[in-house]
């Protein structure tokens, strides 16, 4: 039934009450004092407290003041009893202190035994009641962080864990993301603990758990035995409690495992089925997303050039970093073009991001080829895209910088169109060429202008040039010019030092880290013999 503390000075009484517990099949503890009060409390488990108002050392009244006072045992149940403080005025003050219930001699056993029950009844539903409230609070908290898990690895290190929080035993989180590695993390309660798992354990969860290929939730208890054939090396050491959760036909399952019998009621059981579903439901955002975020990559990366035409005397390292926190493709894109005696190097970016801004970007890019070909100068290159945005796609807009280059000479023609200026580095020095000019799609005054800004420069021996877009450089809170000139000082400082212009652009794009736009960027450099 329970484990009951009678305390009271008095022997005797002692053993009766005690011996009316006992045969109604409770555990008995017994103390003499206050003193011995909380030492049993310490030492034992305790559900109820039947507590003598006088004792040798405090009055009961107080004990049971402090015993409702303290953290670990305000929900316990105390009935006083008490032989001389009979009055009224006594039983009003003990039941206005604390005391749940108050009886004087004589008393009945059958009424004490009836009161006893009622208590625990009452604190026992009482405790329920609290415990499903703190693991609801629980499971929405966790709830919030499966939502927001950013990886598979954290989706099943938050589930284990708010498992092992919500249940109070140690938590095991099957997920299983498109690369076909199956996430198996374990919580003991001092951290995530990853570990192996064979491909194929969602698929015999599910069939464990009766789910088979089918859609839904499913809870079930998995005797040891057949654990320990699905994983070995498991820490269990009895019986698993198991949810296995699938939403999408064709999807593999989630899976959450718990040790012992932490799940022993219906409310404990749709507790585990919710945090099943909300991880199997953040399982498949996660998965779409990867999936969605893969897709268009691949689309992006598709229109750019598959290759560089070598230019002798140069060395050319181009970029292209994808903004880590979104699936749309964007407008960021750039070009090498070799025009016989001289090479045409172009940098954009159309406006927005979405599979319309990469659709316009294509045919930017497929225009600007198609007017190269056809032996249009730079500046007459941009107007010609212009009209095609104006005529074609007026509700966009793009920033275009083209170069022309002469490999022998070093001279090169820069023509831009909305487009941030590009680096020029030489001798430990590094300045920004003249950018600016109309963006390309907005209206030219009069009709019929360029809009462009021109500069004309050429590119000494060890000399670079370095074309960008402005997801490098651009950050909230973080004025451009700022980052301008970070971007000036890194280029300068490198000039003479990086043999190799690749690792001059690992290096920028490591300097400016985690970008929230896409990222185009083109290094020229020119052989210093």
Request: proline share 6%; with cysteine.
């Amino acid at each position: 039934m329970a484990t009951t503390l009678v305390v009271d000075d008095n022997d005797t009484k002692r053993y009766i009450i005690g011996s009316w517990l006992r045969r109604a099949g409770h555990t008995v503890v017994e103390a003499a004092s206050a003193a011995e009060t909380w030492d049993r409390l310490v030492e034992h488990a305790v559900d109820l407290v039947v507590l003598d108002v006088r004792l040798p050392d405090m009055s009961g009244i107080e004990v049971c003041e402090q015993i409702k006072a303290a953290p670990d045992t305000r929900s316990l149940p105390v009935i006083h009893i008490s032989a001389q403080a009979v009055a009224a005025a006594d039983r009003t003050a003990g039941l206005r202190r604390g005391a749940d219930a108050y009886m004087t001699d004589p008393i009945d056993p059958g009424e004490f035994l009836a009161t006893v029950e009622a208590m625990l009844r009452y604190y026992q539903a009482r405790r329920r009641a609290e415990r499903m409230a703190a693991r609801m609070a629980e499971l929405t908290r966790t709830s919030l962080e499966i939502n927001s898990a950013a990886s598979f690895d954290d989706l099943a290190a938050v589930a284990a864990r708010g498992a092992f929080t919500i249940f109070g035993t140690p938590a095991t989180a099957f997920v299983l993301p498109p690369d076909g590695r199956v996430r198996r993390t374990v919580e003991l309660g001092i951290g995530p603990w990853r570990r192996d798992c064979p491909p194929d354990a969602p698929a015999r969860m599910a069939e464990l758990a009766r789910l088979g290929g089918d859609t839904g939730t499913e809870v079930t208890r998995v005797p040891l035995a057949e654990w320990l054939d699905l994983l070995p090396d498991s820490v269990a050491e009895s019986d698993v409690t198991l949810v296995v959760s699938r939403f999408r036909h064709g999807r593999p399952p989630i899976g959450i495992a718990l040790a012992g019998r932490a799940v022993r009621s219906d409310d404990d059981i749709n507790l585990l089925r919710q945090l099943g579903q909300a991880v199997a439901l953040a399982m498949e955002a996660l998965r779409s997303y990867t999936e969605e975020h893969t897709t268009s990559l691949t689309l992006q990366r598709s229109l750019l050039p598959a290759s560089l035409p070598p230019v002798p005397g140069w060395s050319l390292a181009v970029r292209y970093e994808p903004a880590s926190d979104q699936a749309e493709v964007g407008g960021d894109f750039y070009e090498v073009l070799d025009r016989g005696d001289r090479v045409l190097v172009a940098i954009g970016d159309v406006q927005g991001h979405s599979l319309h801004a990469a659709t316009v970007m294509a045919e930017i890019r497929h225009a600007l080829r198609a007017f190269a070909i056809e032996g249009h100068d730079s500046v007459t290159i941009l107007r010609l895209l212009n009209d095609v945005l104006e005529r074609y796609h007026n509700d966009q807009t793009a920033t275009m910088c083209l170069l022309t280059l002469d490999p022998l000479s070093g001279a090169a023609h820069i023509a831009s169109a909305g487009h941030l200026p590009p680096l020029h580095v030489s001798g430990g020095s590094a300045r920004y060429g003249a950018g600016g000019g109309v963006l390309l799609g907005f209206p030219r005054e009069p009709p019929g202008t360029s809009g462009v800004a021109v500069e004309k420069a050429r590119v000494p021996p060890g000399g670079t040039v370095v074309l960008l877009t402005d997801g490098l450089i651009e950050d909230r809170g973080i004025p451009l010019a700022d980052n301008l000139e970070r971007l000036r000082l890194l280029a300068a400082g490198a000039d003479g030092v990086d043999d190799e212009v690749e690792r001059f652009g690992d290096r920028v794009i490591a300097e400016f880290g985690h970008r929230e736009d896409d990222v185009a960027l083109v290094v020229l450099r020119r052989d210093a013999r």
